[in-house]
């Protein structure tokens, strides 16, 4: 046994070292190799100055990282149609360059987040930080109430810092813009790939269904839709913020500037919604819903239609829509336009856009709160200063008589 | 070559202190890592039900969770195996009970106890079996040194004269979790973005290939022929299963991130390596079973028995690994909870079965030692029904999601129609929880030395009596 004691000693030491080899090859072929290909990627397809983080992002990404969300949220959208459909464009390695560490996450709980930024609104990113079920009913989202000061309105740095490192996701590919697009697919030399193609055929740079579009289409939805379905749609989607009988009394209320719609104090025209449903409001909290398909918006659209119950319209007399008229055109034409159609010469000053009246009416009661006491979050002031009663109950009616989706 | 033989020429001491202590650490710890499992499976239930302090959110939890269960449960309990087997192996003591001392202290008191803490004070890195903060990590490598100073030694003495496959698993385990280790811990904060995510894919799977494969396929190596009496069926195959391992394992890590930017060529070859690696766990995994004929599916010893659901769910997570790494299958399932369901099929299943067997071997070993055999024998069914029942649940939940996210639903969907599913998971936790807290009792109550009593009893073995009239029956009917 003395000669095999030896071989089965040099056998160790062989099988160590072969051992070794095979480790080493592998770090070789699948992390240097890969690293140094997409170290060229990088520097042959990204823009030349890309934006990359301040340092309050920065603090963002370290509580991302240290709250484990990149464990729920992937930040990688794969070249797949079914990834491109629900996120956007695949990611490309340049977008990562400031990633350190990586965040790529290997399991969707929640959506991916590599094109989040600009996605949802600020007032909407700190309400659902502090509470999540109070704005996505059936979320199942840690609650971060030690990154607040006791409600969503009053965010300590620590939020501030991770709202701002969320909304630079996907941005310096949006900021690159047509000609960073192109400068990309040019250096990437795959004209022949068709997967690395696919990073430049996406529909939307963001593909999330959620994000508000400042104007776009929507579709024309079928006049009846089915109630049933739209009032599970409307619980499940809605109710957290607008409240369930479409008071705007929702648990998401606090903390959402300007507040959710009250639903219940304004008619609204198919049209309206079918737009507001589809795009958005933007840079409010209400997000686009083009997930859902125009036979559920149609359903929804029924069920908010149907909260705004009609009171008898008093007869007015002359004088006072004639004063209206007077007091509108002086005031309030600038944004709401000369035939109440939310389009104003001062409109491209605004962040929100002015209320179209011609497709929104609201009740005497909502009209006269939004003069008296303006509407927060938004650049409708109270106008209790510079109006009286009289011109206040005046143009309050008068709006109402824009409104062009009465039977 | 066989154990029976072994056992004949005198062996050194065992450290049966030191297999205590790093094996009730391993419990105590198993128990610790499965309740922030547990609570987190709690909180995708019932998100605010522990009023949302930070220390407790989901994130947190989940990162203790995964590193309580490798480096605490999984790490004690290989040591405390290592302790047991290496001087039987070997024929040598380990190298010394003062350095054992150490890396006890070290691996529990400097990695463990303080890593667990800081993840829940908000200090971590948002890496994959790599969570715990850097500082955690210098005193890993430095435990994973320790280990190969303290084990490895007896194995290249002189005189050396028995060659066990364990032993090859033994020194390959240790020696590529050290190179592996910096790897997946501290390359990815130097190296950005994709780059740092390809290293990163490598340690999701060397972690698993290197670390807990190698270590658990130790002990099933061991306590399969010592358990049974018998030698390995075939030590070719047991070389031609190590080797593959050795080779394809490395190779495989990049099958976390297919379809993304990473090069093509690079996820097509941790795909193909993912298949092999199938046909490997195949070699390794008939061989086991072949030493194994003849004691049944559920050995009377507890020990064996353990050791031998560990190598059939080893089988049966390799093969679904080879199959999900796949583009077609891939594509569909990441991301989604089969996923999860897999790596409890490997660690809950594979891998906790492999150090429960090696626990219980040893344990069954230490003549002063209590041993509780109804408890164990609970402990083992208990967790046997637990692992079933909760990956079965997460596989068809795996399932459901990855059809609502190929369909047009929206995301919410797929997040509602997983909560059923999810309650089964937590659900599941009972017989889980139960059967490890059976675990403890088996090894911490009933008589002193009633372990060697149960391999008294355990001896009789049916495989000589019952094989071979059926092999002469067999032989008998194909002439």
Known sequence: ?????????????????????????????????????????????????????????????????????????????????????????????????????HLWGTRRIGPDLSREGATHSEDWHFAHLYAPRAIVADSVMPAFPALFDGSADHP??????????????????????????????????????????????????????????????????????????GRQLYVHNCASCHGGRGEADGLGVTGLHPRPANLAGHEY??????????????????????????????????????????????????????????????????????????????????????????????????????????????????????????????????????YQGAQ | MSMSEAVKTPAPPVETGLVYAHGLAAIVTLLISVGFGILASVELLLPD?????????????????????????????????????????????????????????????????????????????PLEWAEFPMIIDVFVVAGLV???????????????????????????????????YPMGNFVPELVPGARGAAFSGLWIHDAVGLFVTPLALAIVYFVIPAATRRPIFSHFLSMLGFWLLFFLYPLNGTHHYVFSVIPMSAQIGAITASALLGVDVIIVVANLLLSLRGSGVFPGDVALRFAAMSTIFYLVVSIQGSVQAQMAVNQAIHFSDWVIGHSHLAMLGFATFAAAGGLVHAWQ??????????????????????????????????????????????????????????????????????????FLLGLTTGQKGAGLQAIQQSIGLEPVREIAPKLARAASEVS
Not at chain 1, 319 to 347: F, M, P
Request: glycine share 10%.
């Open chain 2, 49 to 125: 039900f522990a009023g949302n302090p930070s220390w407790l959110s989901w994130g947190r939890l989940r990162y203790d969770h995964t590193q309580g269960i490798m480096l605490a449960w999984l790490g004690n309990a290989f040591f405390a195996f290592l302790y047991h087997a290496v001087p039987l192996l070997t024929g040598r003591s380990v190298t010394s009970p003062r350095l054992g001392h150490w890396l006890f202290g070290l691996w529990n008191f400097a990695v463990v106890a303080p890593g667990w803490l800081l993840v829940l004070a908000g200090f971590s890195q």
């Open chain 2, 146 to 180: 320790l280990a190969i100073v303290q084990f490895l030694p007896p194995f290249f003495s002189r005189g050396l004269e028995d060659l066990y496959v364990s032993s090859w698993y033994v020194i390959g385990g240790l020696i590529f979790t050290l190179l592996a």
């Open chain 1, 156 to 229: 300590r740095q620590e939020a501030r810092d991770l709202v701002a490192y969320l909304d630079t996701l996907g941005r310096a590919r949006e900021l690159a813009g047509p000609e960073g697009e192109a400068h990309a697919r040019s250096a990437c030399q795959c004209a022949a790939d068709e997967m690395k193609q696919m990073a430049f055929h996406a529909a939307a740079l963001n593909g999330n269904p959620a994000r508000a579009r400042r104007q776009g289409d929507s579709p024309k939805l079928p006049a009846a839709g089915n109630t049933e379905r």
């Open chain 2, 365 to 438: 070993r230490i003549p002063w030692a209590r041993y509780n055999a109804r408890a164990l024998d609970w402990a083992y069914w208990l967790l046997f029904a637990g692992v079933i029942l909760m990956v079965t649940d997460l596989t068809i939940a795996g399932l459901a999601e990855a059809r609502l996210w190929q369909s047009a639903a929206p995301w919410l969907e797929s997040v509602r129609s997983a909560r059923p599913y999810w309650l089964v998971r937590s659900l599941s936790a009972v017989p889980i929880a139960g059967g490890f807290v059976a």
């Open chain 1, 269 to 402: 025209t198919v049209d309206r919604l079918s737009y507001v449903l589809w795009n958005g409001i933007a840079g409010t909290a209400m997000q686009a819903w083009r997930d859902l398909s125009a036979e559920d918006l149609a359903a929804l659209a029924q069920v908010v239609r149907g909260f705004h119950q009609a009171a008898p319209e008093p007869d007015l007399p002359a004088n006072i829509v004639d004063l209206g008229g007077r007091v509108y055109t002086a005031n309030c034409s600038q944004c709401h336009g000369e035939k109440g159609g939310g389009d104003g010469s001062a409109v491209g000053e605004l962040r929100i856009a002015p209320t179209d009246f011609r497709s929104v009416r609201p009740s005497i009661a909502e009209s006269l709160r939004a003069l008296r006491n303006g509407v927060e979050g938004t650049q409708m002031a109270p106008w209790t200063g510079r109006l009286n009663e009289a011109e206040l109950s005046a143009v309050a009616y008068y709006v109402r008589g824009f």
């Open chain 1, 1 to 101: 046994m003395n000669g095999s004691g030896r071989i089965l000693r040099t056998s160790y030491v062989v099988a160590s070292i072969a051992g070794v080899a095979f480790f080493v090859m592998s770090v070789a072929l699948l992390g240097v190799w890969p690293g140094r290909v997409l170290d060229g990627e990088t520097r042959a397809m990204s823009p030349e100055h890309p934006l990359g983080l301040t340092v309050s992002e920065q603090r963002g990404r370290a509580i991302y990282s240290r709250e484990g969300c990149a464990y729920c949220h992937t930040q990688q959208i794969r070249y797949l149609h079914a990834d491109m459909a629900r996120f956007g464009a695949p990611t490309l390695a340049w977008e990562t360059r400031f990633d350190y560490p």
